[in-house]
Structures are given as structure tokens and as C-alpha cells.
């Protein structure tokens, strides 16, 4: 009933109100404890930068590894593109800042740069976003082995023109220049305040747009991507607040940064452990099937064997091991007269009855056909046949009514039974002479038990 109340309208609601409230509740937090730029310390910005370029190379490595072990979310090459760039053009930001890493006093970076190279990020993370979405729409005219191949190249083309035009536009190339800061008053310029702010905010709203029409925040790698453009709006808005780049809000936008980039960091790897249950179960399944006989429920004829050869290597007086082969009498006639699928109906319910009716350390498995075997670990010969007469007796007295319909009619089994008291007798025997205990069932009129000797 909760699902179906979720619309895609109330899910965009839920999701503008949740992220909204997670933003101030840190800006309250943040400027609650901070009045000043004085109050940081003079390494936090370096190891924010530092940080987030980690934070962003992680991630770009494992929505790589996410494309390439599902290839269903081929879409995602775009915005792990987008982290991979992201990351590498950082290597600007803290070039630009050679004190950090020296023992020379605080000072001396180039503030223009940096705000070049954050410029540039924050275009590349943005089309990407918008990539990945107009991808995942168009997934499935791209499916194919060519149009992924001419999509990843254009897709790592275009982050490479961007890093490059990032770079040329730095102080590294003075034939292109753009000036975002003046280094001597560390204000922003009014080419940064009255347009590019402004239009960088407005690209990372389409990205959200983008990611929310056409996604509809379906799971929570989608929610973290809208998450990431929520927070660099903020980030922009934030740097917007004061004109300053040595304020409280230069600070302040790389801490929504890097607190971003933890979401989705903590998504990707709710993904990967989402993916690794799904693969354990499918393994268990996988597991489970191999050991057991579908039909019946019962172990298949290679777990018996494998499981008997251990028991038979300790197999003595004190500790035998009974063999019971049971066969269905006139199983064929069943087949005939009622079909196949009845058939299978009498297999799975014979298989549960003698499931039910040995211990959990003994073995019921079916052999083929409509033949059982049981192995009855620690077993005399005399309780064998006693348990043997008692399966026996159970299946008889079944019929169509008590059977709920499994049993068209009463059936009957013949049994033979064969118990081991030395180690020295391989599994292929200990079957031979039950089988011909039962057969010799079968010729004395079936419906009967037959102890080898």
C-alpha cells in the first residue's frame, strides 16, 4: 500500500524536502560553531581538496567497475567520466596553492586559477550528470557494440576537451586568460557574480531535471546523483553569499563538496553490497540446485555418493551404515494412464514423505526415475527394516483425499535393504546389492521389504 501511495510527484516532494532539510541542518551546524576564517585552520582547505579528489577518484573507479560488471548500466560511464575528470583537474587546484605543501609561509597561491579549475569541474560534473541521463533514457538505441563504443569516446573526448580548456584558461597558458578573482583584493569578479555563478547554477538545475524526469529517483544510485547536483547549487549559492574568496563561504562551499561526495560514495557501496547479496543468493540457489534433485526435493545421486564415501570409510560393528533402495511399483501405468504431470506429482510427494521420515543426519536422495535411495548413517540392519516397513506402510496407506491430489491413486513400494559393517565397501556395491534386494521385492510381488544376504 506504501509503494502505491509513492508516486513519482511524491517521491520528487519527498526528495526536495529531505535534501533541503539535510543542507540546513549543516549550514546551521556549520556557521553555528564558525563565525570566522580565522577560527579554520589554515590546512582545512588543502585537506578538504585533497579529500574530495580521493573521494572522487573512489568514485570513479567503482561506477567504472559497476559499467563493466553490468553492462545494463552502460549510463553510467558518463557521470564516472565526469568523478575521473573532476578529480584530475583538482591537481590544478592544489598546484595553484604551493604552500600548502612547503614549509613557506601561508600565501603566495594563484586564487584566480583555482577558481578556474573549479569553474571547469563543476562544467564537466554537470554535463556529465546530464549525460548520464539523457543515456539511460536513450539505453536502449544505444545498446548496441558500436553506438556504446562512439558514446565512451565521446564521452571521454568531451572530458578531455573540458580538462584541457580548464587548463589552457589557467596562468599554465597565457594565450588564453579569464579573470575570475582579482589576486589583490580576493574578490570575485563581476564576470563570476553576474554571469558565469549564475549560469553554472542554472546547468546543474537541468541536470537535476534531467535526472529526475527521467529517472523518477527509481533507486538509490539515481538519488544519489540528485543528491550531488543539490549540492554543488548549494556550493554556488553559497560562494555567491560573499564576495570574498578568503571568507567564511570559501570554506563553507568545499565542506557541501565534500559532504556530497560522501553520499555518494556511501550510495555506491549500499549498490555494491545490494549487488553482492543478490550474487550470494543466486549462489546459494546455484549451490542448492547442483546437491539437490528438483522434482523431489531430495539430494541428487552426486551429493549420495560424495556424502557416502566419508561415511563408508568409518563404516563398522559399532557404527553401521543401512542402504535402503526403494522403487515405485507400476510407475509407469501412472505415467500412461494419468501423465506426466501427475507423474511429477507422485515423485514430489513420495520425495517429501521420505524426506520427513529419516533422520536430519541421514541422506534421502532420488537416484533417477522412480527410484530413492536412503543412506541411514549409524544404522543396524534391524532398524533398518523396521524403518524400511514403516515407510512402507506410511506410503500405502496414502490416497487421492490424504494425498490432496499428489496420488491419483494408492501406491505401493518395493524396498531392499543392505547394511555395512566394514570399510572396505565402496558406495557402487553397497547400491548393487540393495538393487538386487529390491528386485527380488519386486518378484516376490512388490509392496515388500527384502534384506540382502
Known sequence: MFKRMMTPFTKKLIFTLLSLSFFLVLHLLFTHHFKHPTQLSPMLYPGLTILLMVLHLLIACLLFMRVYCDSKRFYLVAIASGFMGSALIMTGTLASFPAWFTNQAAGGGNYNDAAIFMLFRHIILASMCSCTALFYALRARIDGTIMRLTCFIWVIGATLLLMTLGYLYSSYNPMLSVMLIDEYSLSWQALWQNKIAYLMIAMWFASLALIIHFSHLKNLLWLGLAILCVGDIGTLIIMLSDPHTNSLAWFYSRIFETVSALIILLVLLCDVFQLYQRSYHKYQISYHNSLHDTLSGLYNRR???????????????????????????????????????????????????????????????????????????????????????????????????????????????????????????????????????????????????????
Open 303 to 453: 551429493f549420495l555418493f560424495e556424502h557416502a564415501q566419508h561415511a563408508l570409510k568409518s563404516a563398522s560393528a559399532e557404527k553401521p551404515v543401512s542402504f535402503v533402495l526403494c522403487d515405485i511399483d507400476h510407475f509407469k501405468q501412472i505415467n500412461d494412464r494419468y501423465g506426466h504431470l501427475q507423474g511429477d506429482k507422485v515423485i514430489n510427494f513420495i520425495g517429501q514423505l521420505l524426506l520427513n521420515a529419516v533422520r536430519s543426519h541421514d541422506v534421502a536422495a532420488r537416484t533417477g526415475g522412480e527410484e530413492f535411495v536412503l543412506m541411514l548413517n549409524g544404522t543396524s540392519n534391524v532398524n533398518a527394516m523396521n524403518i524400511a516397513h514403516r515407510i512402507k506402510s506410511q506410503i500405502a496407506g496414502q490416497d487421492a483425499r490424504s494425498s490432496q491430489g499428489a496420488l491419483p491413486k494408492p501406491v505401493t513400494m518395493s524396498m531392499g535393504v543392505y547394511t555395512v559393517t566394514e570399510a572396505n565397501c565402496t558406495i557402487e556395491e553397497c547400491l548393487e546389492r540393495a538393487d538386487q534386494a529390491m528386485y527380488r521385492a519386486k518378484k516376490e510381488g512388490r509392496n515388500r521389504v527384502v534384506n540382502y544376504h
